[in-house]
């Protein structure tokens, strides 16, 4: 992958506010969407794209989900099938 293309994934990055985050996490009613967990934001909760941005994934919030830190470390750039 080139060096451009490798910046122009990092610039479609999105940083979300905390009521971004908190919207996200009522879809969810604030539980990891891969394991179950309770989360919360600020602390354990992580905003993920269920398609990555690296196989084609978009910032939309039909592609966001919340997974909790230890699913999301695990994840890489692996699409879950949700539970």
Do not use: W
């Not at 990891?32 to 196989?55: D, I, N, R």
Request: hydrophobic fraction near 30%; glycine fraction near 8%.
């Amino acid at each position: 992958m080139s060096d451009t293309i490798k910046r122009q994934k990092i610039m479609e990055r999105e940083y979300f506010s905390y009521d971004d985050k908190k919207r996200l996490a009522a879809k969810s009613d604030d539980r990891c969407c891969h394991c179950g967990k309770k989360v919360f934001v600020g602390y354990g909760a992580t905003v993920e794209h269920f398609v990555p941005l690296s196989q084609g994934g978009t910032n939309r919030d039909i592609n966001m989900v919340m997974l909790c830190e230890d699913c999301n470390q695990a994840k890489g750039s692996f699409i879950y099938r949700p539970n």
